[in-house]
């Protein structure tokens, strides 16, 4: 599967695509841990798309000084590899680290003969299909009978196809310690499968010799009709593992191999696996030669190449990903609510109601129909926009919530809309052409489509106010399968249209109304004061975005908008007026449109606007970690509002600096005004979906994040500084 | 005008028509001998071959930003803070990116640049090998995979960045880098004690010959 989509992208989206692929694999690869699976010889599976594994015992109860096998089993997807001892031209050999009981030990993997796997014109040495790796476990000779007796594995692997992905696990089996051994038959058949297709030592010795470039692996002693032969050396820095491995017969057989351009060899003697076929049947054999003394390099402090096991750290999903569908939705649904009392909302959604209030007086039944008009269109609109968001997603797109506003021009087009709605508001012109009175016009028969386009209209200016919660219902939703994610928009979109529509529906809510009269006439203006605010904030945001050049696009896009419903207002009536009005008006549209695209180019770096923050990377985070100090990363946008008051409220008071200042926390922003594929990664691989997002890295070298809630307070991020930097215990002053 | 431009440059580096390159050595490289000369097109669409540094110490650095070595390296910012330090040296550290066209980590020019100016990264160029000759003239085998040529145009180092072959970012704690050493040992006029090394990380994905 794979691989099969990837053939038919094109490259830049595979590799984009392939990056988020990996990370959610790996995300995956620990969260598909079973947990608690019953059998005792088998542990729980740890599962990633690549590789499936699980560590197994042949014992489910070990008696006191015995030694048994246990075995780390990977079964591999089609096309996917997991390396041996040597990994070849590229890649990494799986490692374990132990955790075992008191006095246990467990030996080295013994690793089965590895294939060569041709990565043209380069080669692997590895597993395919599956990769059974057996470890002898010696139990110590005073474990009590009746104890139990845990082995803990912690297995690293590299396994690639083209790509490659880092892959780890825990296994856990819970043993336990009894007079005398209780075998698992089917586990012990396994691993004596494994350990009987082990390549055994070879019964005669080889001898390598060598003159400039080429190698000669002498092999007296190999039985007749060998064919096929490879030798795989346990040293990487032996032979060129990609040379064909010719064999001269004649009295010595022997291997021509090709030597090391990274030669290196310092034993009088050096090992490796022989495979061969003898009589049609594959052989594998491990193979020790004596090295020619004058092949024997200068001894030079290097590393050799069986290297220390490695740790490789995957991210672990964060917040987001341990959301439950119930949550999600809930904190969908809440969100939905509190978008509601944003101030690009309200009015528009007030006039609505007023608008029942009026209806309601006439007709009961229309005020309900108006009421479900408004719903289907707050539905329609956000499934078109989960649909988008979701289908962006699954091409490989970085998008989020909030990605509308990482687009100048349609910031502009939105602070266009803005001010055409304050406009309408404060009665500069009439939509449908004849001037009627205020209770008509918020509910006029034409109305029926007025309501639905109400619900979008409502939607699309609460784009830009993400509510809190919606972050993590979000970030939720964009892992999820379509289903479950257009669920988690739906419970927002229901939240969202719920006041309007509990107004529609209950008579009872309307009658605290007061009567229609010349204070909604007032109302209606005052609310277009609101509504040139968020225009003024869109600009601003358009400006961070492309600077002055966005400014000026804006004005003109508002300029020309504000032109053209003028235009048309006075342009009514005979039919040679409207078609002049139509004309210019097309032509205005169409010139500003133009210009405002031209104009509005985001540009190429986003500054950050004070002195003492830092911009954000991944790299610098590590590094300042490594320095052993404590960061914060503000992941924040312009045009996120959430970000904004956050800012002022707890980020940029006093205390919070002086305590960043004392605890020597830096802190740095991650700005997502415009599109960047590395927050959004960063976002992603904490769960999120859009900002804001608020990251305390330790100052422990690679330690984990701890994730701050949505809304800061300067109390919640003076005590998650100390956390940070390990104080927590003498915050006595600092705390509340 | 600027998206033309641009077009124009992914256009070129695109095609990867220009790369041409000198006929490679029969047996790969070799420290010691004259490095294999290459002419490849940069991420400004511009040609560049190895004769146009005579006099200046190279360094060749085989990427791929999304293989989990190397991003070991520019994660941590150690590679980048080697470029710079090399860049002080007046050494000229040149990116080799060699994933053909539909492989994974096949980059055009202006995406090869934003990779850099992202990370930080502060190579003198960014050569593109979509066809993998440089690969092959130099047998490239991982990412990374680096070679130092020195003012002479021989090669003085081929192998890997440091001592620790592991994608895990606690490896880079001791490492030892091969690429300081050699560069220090060459400015001292000692031989080069670790000329060629075994490289580590994720396999070079080289084109079909056509």
Known sequence: ?736 | MKLTRQGFIAGLAFSGLALTLSPALADGPRVGAPAPAFKAVDADGKTRNLSEFAGKTVILEWTNHDCPYVRKHYNSATMQTLQKDMAKEGVVWLSVISSPVGEQGYVEGPKAKELSVQRDAAPAGILLDPKSGMARAYAAQTTPHMYIIDPKGTLAYMGAIDDKPSSSASSLTGAKSYVRQAVAEMKAGKPVSEASTKSYGCVVKYAPVS
Request: include cysteine; proline fraction near 7%.
């Open chain 1, 1 to 736: 599967m794979f691989k099969g989509c990837n053939r038919t992208m094109s490259p830049d989206f595979t590799s984009r695509w392939r990056a988020g692929a990996a990370l959610m694999a790996a995300v995956f690869a620990l969260a598909l841990q079973a947990p608690g699976e019953a059998k005792a010889a088998e542990s729980a599976a740890v599962t990633s798309p690549r590789v499936t594994a699980t560590l197994l015992s042949s014992r489910d109860t070990v008696a006191p000084g015995e030694r048994f096998h246990v075995a780390l089993v990977q079964k591999l997807a089609p096309h996917w590899h997991t390396y041996w001892l040597n990994p070849g031209d590229s890649g990494e050999p799986t490692r374990i680290e132990w955790e075992l009981p008191a006095g246990a030990k467990a030996g080295e993997i013994q690793w089965p003969a590895p294939k060569a796997i041709r990565v043209e014109p380069l080669v692997n040495f590895g597993f395919e299909d599956m990769a059974v790796l057996p470890v002898e476990i010696t139990v110590p000779q005073d474990a009590k009978p009746g104890d139990n007796f845990t082995l803990k594995a912690n297995g690293t692997w590299l396994v690639c196809e083209k790509i490659c992905i880092p892959e780890e696990g825990s296994f856990t089996l819970d043993l336990s310690v009894g007079p005398a051994s209780v075998v698992d038959q089917p586990a012990q058949d396994r691993i004596d499968a494994a350990l009987a297709a082990l390549p055994k030592p070879a019964p005669f010795r080889g001898r390598l010799k060598g003159d400039s470039d080429k190698l000669a692996l002498e092999l007296a002693g190999l039985p007749a009709g060998a064919a096929d032969l490879r030798f795989f050396p346990v040293s990487d820095t032996l032979i060129e593992h990609a040379a064909d491995q010719p064999l001269a017969t004649g009295e010595k057989p022997a291997l021509t191999l090709v030597r090391s351009g990274a030669f290196k060899l310092q034993q009088p003697e050096t090992t490796g696996v022989l495979t061969f076929r003898e009589g049609g049947e594959p052989r594998a054999v491990t193979l020790v030669a004596d090295v020619d003394p004058a092949l024997i390099t200068a001894a030079g402090g290097s590393a050799s190449a069986e290297a220390r096991p490695a740790v490789v750290r995957i991210p672990l999903p964060a917040e987001g990903a341990d959301l439950t569908l119930w949550a999600a939705l809930g904190f969908a649904f809440l969100g939905g609510l509190i978008l509601n009392l944003m101030p690009c909302v309200l009015p528009v959604l007030f006039i609505k109601a007023l608008g029942f209030a009026q209806v309601a007086h006439a007709s009961r039944s229309e005020a309900r129909e108006q009421g479900l008009l408004f719903l289907s269109g707050v539905l329609v609109t956000f499934m078109a926009l989960a649909a988008l968001v979701i289908g962006l997603g699954a091409l490989g797109g970085q998008v989020g919530w909030g990605f509308q506003l990482q687009s100048p021009p349609l910031v502009i087009a939105l602070a266009v809309v803005m001010v055409l709605i304050g406009l309408n508001l404060i009665g500069a012109f009439e939509i449908g052409g004849s001037v009627v009175g205020l209770g008509d016009g918020l509910a006029s028969r034409g109305g029926r489509l007025g309501a639905f386009m109400t619900g979008a209209l409502a939607v699309v200016v609460a784009t830009p106010c993400t509510a809190p919660f919606m972050g993590a219902a979000m970030g939720y939703a964009v892992t999820q399968p379509p289903a479950l994610a257009l669920s988690v928009f739906m419970a927002l979109a229901l939240g969202f249209a719920l006041p309007v529509l509990a107004l529609s529906f209950a008579p009872g809510l309307l009658r605290l109304l007061p009567k229609p009269g010349r204070w909604m006439l007032v109302l209606k203006q005052a609310f277009a004061f609101p509504m040139f605010a968020t225009a003024i904030w869109l600009i601003w945001v358009a400006s961070v975005q492309t600077g002055p050049q966005g400014v000026l696009a804006a004005l003109v896009a508002v300029l020309a908008a504000a032109f053209v419903v003028w235009l048309v207002g006075v342009t009514r009536g005979s039919l040679p007026r409207r078609i002049f009005g139509s004309v210019l008006a097309a032509l205005v549209v169409l010139g500003a449109g133009w210009f405002t695209v031209q104009n509005a180019v985001p540009g190429a770096t986003t500054e950050v606007r004070a002195s003492d923050i830092g911009v954000w990377s991944p790299e610098r985070v590590a590094a300042l970690q490594a320095e052993g100090k404590p960061v914060f990363v503000n992941f924040t946008a312009a045009w996120c509002i959430t970000c904004l008051a956050n800012e002022r409220i707890a980020l940029s008071r006093q205390e919070v600096k002086e305590s960043f200042g004392k605890l020597g926390v830096v802190y740095l922003k991650a700005d997502w005004t415009n599109r960047d594929s590395r927050i959004a990664q960063a976002l992603a691989e904490q769960g999120r979906a859009g900002v804001p997002l608020y990251l305390f890295y330790p100052s422990r070298k690679d330690a984990q994040a701890e994730i701050l809630p949505q809304i800061l307070t300067p109390d919640i991020v003076i005590a998650a500084a100390a956390r940070a930097a390990g104080r927590e215990a003498k915050t006595a002053a600092l705390a509340p």
